[in-house]
C-alpha cells in the first residue's frame, strides 16, 4: 500500500521560505512521477510543480523562478523549496505519486495519472 507522509508546513512571513518534504512507502519510488499540488478551501487542487524518474521538472507559472522541487531516491523523500512566498501561497500542500508518462510534463494534465495522495501539509503566509 503506497504511502505518502507530507511535513515541513508552517506560518511564514511574505518574503520567506518554505521546505517541504513528502516520504514514500510501499512502492517502487524512483519509478514514478512525483508532484506538489495545492489546494485553498473551495478551490480546486492545482498542480504546482512535477518530477519524472529522469528528474525532468515542471512548474506552474505561478511559482517558476520561486519553487524548485527535488527528490532523493535513496531516501524515497521528495522536496519542494520554496522561496519569496506570497499570500497567494497560502495552502494546503500536497504530495502525490502517478504513473510516469508523458502528462507528467504538463501541470494540467498531471491530475490524471495520479494514483496516491499524502494527507496535506498546510502553507499559510502572512503579511
Not at 37 to 51: D, L, M, S, W, Y
Not at 83 to 102: F, H, K, P, R, V
Given at each position: ?15 520567506g521560505?518554505?521546505?517541504l ?7 517502487m ?6 508532484a506538489?499540488?495545492?489546494q ?32 532523493d ?47 496535506g501539509?498546510q ?5
Amino acid at each position: 500500500q503506497v504511502q505518502l507522509v507530507e511535513s515541513g508546513g508552517d506560518s511564514v512571513q511574505a518574503g520567506g521560505s518554505l521546505s517541504l518534504s513528502c516520504v514514500a512507502s510501499g512502492m517502487m519510488y524512483h519509478h514514478y512521477c512525483m508532484a506538489w499540488f495545492r489546494q485553498a478551501p473551495g478551490k480546486e487542487r492545482e498542480a504546482v510543480a512535477t518530477i519524472d524518474r529522469n528528474e525532468r521538472q515542471t512548474y506552474a507559472d505561478s511559482v517558476k523562478g520561486r519553487f524548485t522541487i527535488s527528490r532523493d531516491n535513496a531516501k524515497n523523500t521528495l522536496y519542494l523549496q520554496m522561496e519569496s512566498l506570497t499570500l497567494e501561497d497560502s495552502d494546503m500542500y500536497y504530495c502525490a505519486a502517478g504513473w510516469d508518462s508523458a502528462s507528467c510534463y504538463s501541470i494540467g494534465r498531471v491530475q490524471s495519472v495520479v494514483h496516491s495522495w499524502g494527507q496535506g501539509t498546510q502553507v499559510t503566509v502572512s503579511s
